[in-house]
């Protein structure tokens, strides 16, 4: 759990009443890129955190000091109804406001204190994490009147609608309802979910490549497009509504849109398996599920990297592994591993090792995280 020093609090905000919102990082087990395609998803969230501490200021404007970011950018200021993006940091809390005021809500102006543990560009959701918490505590300061399900689409607009990045539901809606040593099944068509308990006899590692990924570029846009152009082709709503059964349908497509469009259609069948083997408690299932993801985010949507490829490689060669694969939107940032009880932490460490040593990647175990 991330902590806001208490003379931090009192340097940037003084002796005010403080309201802090904390929200967790997440990583999906399984179900990449199936969000946007109205599809389901599996992600569990992590132990790292990030901490938004608030004071209300008298008139609109707004203060805001984050940790996360080198020294001379971490300050920034703007004014409540006068939002405007800057492509810096701060348009997560400018989007934020600017959000809340588009869907009705009175909020004023705020000084704020950001700490996060959720590493930038990692694939575990430090933006939808930051938005999380910073809405929960805007949320309280301003006694506005929403549920964790409002306030997760609301996170999710502050990067459609504000910052103007095609994301999907997943993550803030993991931020906002995961669980600690749970799984969250969301169908993200209707928004239902479900928590689902990961076996005591199962561990999970994430290793950070060092390779950052930004969902604010051209191939994570690119692949949204092609899903789109997949779905008018088969003159459905969403490819969720092509079964794995029904795969011949995709025959007459461009050989990339048929690519694209049999990623989501098989990944939306592999969660449904792995929500199966969690509940059965198969590791065995559920890791090979993991590892036909990855081939297929590799082959068929082709968002990993040479470099993740062989981190993947590492693990799954590492005693104790039953699964590992690239999460997070791609084109760099993390990897899952799924290990027996007991293991996460030593294979974690000879993955990041095996990539400093034999791949020059600025490797960083995230899960299970330092004591």
């Not at 607009?157 to 669980?179: H, N, Q, R, S, Y």
């Not at 088969?234 to 461009?254: C, F, K, M």
């Amino acid at each position: 759990m991330t902590d806001i020093p208490q003379h931090d609090i009192i340097r940037y905000l003084g002796h005010r009443r403080t309201i802090i919102g904390q929200a967790p990082g997440r990583v999906n087990l399984i179900g990449e890129h199936t969000d946007y395609s109205g599809g389901f998803v599996l992600p569990t969230v992590i132990s790292q955190t990030t901490a938004v501490a608030l004071a209300a200021n008298p008139d609109a404007s707004c203060r805001v000091w984050s940790h996360a970011v080198p020294h001379e950018q971490q300050q920034a200021r703007y004014t409540v109804g006068e939002e405007a993006r800057t492509g810096g940091w701060v348009d997560y809390v400018q989007g934020s406001t600017a959000v809340l005021r588009a869907a009705g809500y009175v909020v004023g102006g705020f000084d704020a204190v950001i700490r996060s543990e959720v590493p930038l560009g990692s694939g575990l959701s430090s933006s939808a994490s930051l938005s999380v918490s910073l809405l929960r505590a805007v949320r309280e300061l301003f006694q506005l009147h929403f549920d964790d399900v409002v306030l997760a689409g609301l996170a999710r607009k502050v990067e459609t609608d504000f910052i103007g990045v095609p994301v999907g539901v997943m993550d803030p809606i993991a931020c906002a309802l995961g669980a600690a040593n749970h799984a969250l099944f969301l169908d993200t068509r209707d928004l239902s979910w479900q928590l689902v308990r990961i076996p005591s006899s199962l561990q999970l590692a994430v290793v950070n490549s060092g390779q950052r990924h930004n969902h604010d570029t051209g191939g994570y846009r690119q692949r949204r497009e092609e899903c789109d152009a997949a779905t008018r082709a088969l003159g459905v709503q969403a490819l969720r509504e092509v079964p794995e059964r029904d795969l011949s349908r995709l025959d007459g497509l461009d050989p990339t849109l048929l690519k694209r469009a049999r990623h989501i259609i098989t990944e939306n069948a592999r969660v449904l398996g792995a929500v199966e083997a969690l509940r059965k408690r198969d590791g065995a299932r559920l890791g090979a599920l993991m590892n036909a993801s990855h081939a297929s985010l590799r082959d068929d949507y082709e968002v990993s990297t040479p470099e993740i490829d062989r981190l993947v490689d590492l693990a799954r060669a590492q005693p104790g592994v039953l699964g590992a694969r690239i999460t997070g939107g791609g084109f760099g940032g993390s990897i899952v591993v799924l290990t027996l009880a007991g293991r996460a932490a030593t294979v974690a460490a000879a993955v990041a090792l095996g990539g400093r040593q034999t791949l020059g990647l600025d490797t960083q175990v995230l899960v299970p995280a330092a004591e």
